[in-house]
């Protein structure tokens, strides 16, 4: 687990492209066979992937926690975006076919990543967050999911929001995580951008080709930065900082939340005129 630390946005001015990514950008999520995790101290939020092939993978955090096992203390959130596979919780076993999703409650000792097929691996994203009580596992399905479906053409953000840990559908302590696809010729994900003061964010792109890139903005809104991105890698985003981005072909991504409240809407609008 690599650890990231907080920077005031006073320090993001004089950052170069190459210190901006490596305090902000998250370039290797899945590695075959492996967890790869990060800790930001932004809300003490970890997130990261694992992606199982021949043998199941487990998260054995617990000494850099100051616990006796990962979820002592924390709830976390797991959404599939590789082959199908099989996530075990304290012996229950849950199917998690792509783009599934699963809500894992404080207090669960034991967590292995299975794939089904090591020629399709899964590719498990989780986000996991400090935790006061403990809500029950609930598993989400993408096809019992509603989306709210927003934007138009004419502004090229024509989108389907997927709200997984979310109040609609089961109970957190902090937690909130979704998944945003972009229909095709749409490429701007939020703009008029806004920030959550009172919440982090945390966004990861992936469904991209190869050669396509993500231009994701951050930074106060009178002093604003970027970052490239390319498939599958993350961003760190303050609580405040906008984080809105553009690609040059649609792409998905998955924005993980947490902080003062669980409330999905409570955002300050950024004005466009007021964009530097």
């Not at 396509?212 to 390319?230: A, C, I």
Request: with cysteine; hydrophobic share 35%; aromatic share 10%.
């Amino acid at each position: 687990m690599e650890t990231r630390y907080a920077h005031h946005p006073e320090d993001m001015k004089k950052y170069t492209t190459e210190q901006l990514r490596s305090q902000f950008l998250v370039e290797r999520i899945f590695s075959e066979g492996e967890v790869n995790l990060t800790y930001t101290h932004v809300d003490r939020m970890i997130f990261g992937g694992a992606m199982p092939t021949t043998e199941p993978l487990t998260i054995s955090l617990s000494k850099e926690l100051g616990v006796s096992y990962f979820l002592e203390r924390r709830e976390m959130g797991v959404i599939n975006i590789g082959g199908d596979g099989v996530i075990v919780l304290d012996g229950i076993e849950y199917d998690m076919k792509r783009r599934d999703g699963l809500y894992v409650g404080k207090g669960t000792k034991e967590i292995l990543f299975y794939s089904k097929d090591i020629t399709d691996p899964a590719k498990f994203y989780l986000n996991s967050v400090p935790a006061h009580q403990t809500y029950p596992t609930v598993k989400i399905d993408i096809n019992n999911i509603e989306p709210l479906r927003l934007g138009d053409p004419s502004t090229l953000n024509k989108r389907a929001i997927y709200q997984y840990v979310h109040p609609n559908v089961c109970q957190s302590c902090q937690l909130q995580l979704g998944l945003t696809m972009l229909e095709a010729g749409s490429a701007w994900n939020t703009m008029p951008c806004h920030t959550h003061e009172r919440r982090m964010e945390v966004y990861l792109y992936f469904d991209m080709e190869p050669e396509t890139r993500v231009f994701h903005f951050m930074g106060k809104p009178n002093e604003t930065r970027h970052l490239v991105l390319s498939n599958e890698q993350a961003a760190i985003s303050p609580s405040w900082s906008i984080h809105s981005g553009v690609g040059t072909s649609n792409y998905t991504f998955i924005w993980g939340m947490c902080g003062e409240n669980i409330t999905y809407d409570d955002m300050d609008i950024v004005k466009m005129e007021d964009l530097r």
